[in-house]
């Protein structure tokens, strides 16, 4: 069945009155993210360290879903354009808890890709096989390619997926062609990791 979000406001589009938007997130992949993410901290915005709640994040989303400019979906009406957000923070959350991708330290994928002429189901990741050179790296090729880290390293999706691509021993380009729920899941691995790290108990040396 096609997804619609039927407004309460019509707003004019390309010259025609819009009165509901089709939308499919299924359809995008994480560069989709990286991509509205770079346009976010381009405009000022300030994003949220948990970025499935974010509705700007939401409702950019949703504008890639829905095949339109973001600009046309800030003219939504209010009612409307926290409906729109609030679709894109459900589909991230309902992907997210999404039990049948759970593997220790393997990400089964929703939709396999192909890297190098093979199809990939399932990658494997190892984050303890990783050191600190590895954020160094992946911190250096993110500002080549443009990227700002949006808060914390260590809650951001776009460093999250990097980090993910490291420690699965490939290339950033084929992670950020997952689909976008996916990319999410590659990139909640090395946020779950980080923050294990962070608040789990430390040894002390007597």
Do not use: W
Request: aromatic share 10%.
């Amino acid at each position: 069945m096609e997804n619609k979000l039927i407004l309460k406001k019509p707003i004019m589009i390309d010259g025609e009155e819009a009165k509901e938007i089709s939308y499919d997130f299924e359809s995008l992949i994480g560069e989709n993210l990286e991509e509205a993410f770079k346009e976010a901290i381009k405009s000022g915005h300030i994003i949220s360290a948990n970025y499935e709640l974010d509705p700007v994040i939401g409702a950019m989303m949703f504008a890639e879903a829905s095949n339109n400019a973001y600009m046309d979906v800030q003219r939504f009406g209010l009612a409307d354009y926290s409906k729109a957000a609030s679709l894109g923070r459900e589909y991230f959350f309902k992907k997210l808890s999404d039990e049948e991708s759970e593997k220790e330290n393997a990400l089964i994928l929703s939709k396999p890709i192909l890297v190098k002429g093979e199809e990939i189901k399932e990658i494997n990741y190892d984050f303890d096989n990783l050191s600190g050179n590895s954020i160094e790296k992946v911190f250096n090729e993110a500002t080549r390619s443009k990227y700002v880290v949006s808060s914390s390293y260590e809650l951001d999706p776009i460093i999250g997926a990097r980090m993910f691509a490291e420690s699965a021993n490939m290339e950033y380009i084929d992670i950020k062609r997952l689909s976008l729920a996916d990319y999410a899941k590659a990139a909640s691995c090395a946020r779950d990791f980080f923050m294990q790290g962070l608040v789990g108990d430390q040894e002390e040396n007597s």
